[in-house]
């Protein structure tokens, strides 16, 4: 296997729809640490943000999958801001993996899938972002987090420091990733930087060609048998905590 045919990307896509509720306006965009980088980040309109996981996830009810989903929602719990920004598991259920825009009477902001409908990517994180029309303000109403059916690899879900270098993406890692997109601070990204789509610049020296130890958790590639995204990197946490 070569080492390109071993990198796998993350995904993210929005889909924004018109709300007939006032939201509370905005901060200017926060600036990432690297002044010369920079993200377009969007709030919750609830900063209380609910999470389920769905029957999709293999082994559900307990299982290590899904227990290291909840890790990696402890790991951006403690780095910010209590009183203004925090996951919150409201356990598991049964949705329908469709445009989180559709979900317009289910009151959970988050669904965990497994699903094989992503394409290239080992996970990917689609939000349903909400105009206001009348104070030309957007915020995040609701997203979709898949983790991608990724044969022939299968998902280490394990705690140890490294999975299996011929066949295993990490869970953590990965969902470590995704929440970063989940939170809305890293969305988008500066178009003359390479519009990095809500990841730091890749290659660079801060997003190795084929992964380094030092690289950022939203760096957007995963490597076959790493977890060089985990844990959360200071200058990932700095621009979470800039923005919340």
Partial sequence: MTEG???????????IIVAVLLM????????????????????????????KI???????????????????VV?????????????DDVGNGDHDWVD????????TD????????????????????????????????????????IDPFVWYTGQ????????????????LHELGHVTGTFRGGNADEGNSGGHWPYPSGVCAQFGAEADRTMCPFAEVGESNLIPLEPHDIDTFQDWY
């Fill in 5 to 15: 045919a071993r990198q796998v990307a993350f995904g993210v896509v929005h889909g």
């Fill in 160 to 175: 140890a420091e490294e999975p299996n270098f011929g066949d295993e993406y990490s869970v953590e890692e990965a969902a």
């Fill in 75 to 87: 790991r951006w719990n403690s780095q910010c801001c209590i009183g203004t920004f925090a996951f």
């Fill in 24 to 51: 509370v306006s905005l901060a200017f965009p926060a600036t990432a640490h690297d002044s010369v980088y920079w993200f377009n980040p969007l709030r919750w309109d609830n900063l209380d943000v609910d999470y």
């Fill in 54 to 72: 769905d029957d999709s996830i293999p082994g559900i009810g307990g299982s290590n999958l899904e227990d290291r989903i909840h890790d990696a």
């Fill in 100 to 107: 989180p825009c559709a979900w317009s009477t289910d009151p």
């Fill in 110 to 149: 988050v669904w965990v899938f497994h699903h094989g409908g992503i394409g290239g990517a080992i996970a990917e994180t689609s939000r349903c972002e909400v105009l206001n029309q009348q104070q030309q303000i957007t915020t995040i109403r609701s997203v979709r987090l898949t983790f991608g059916a």
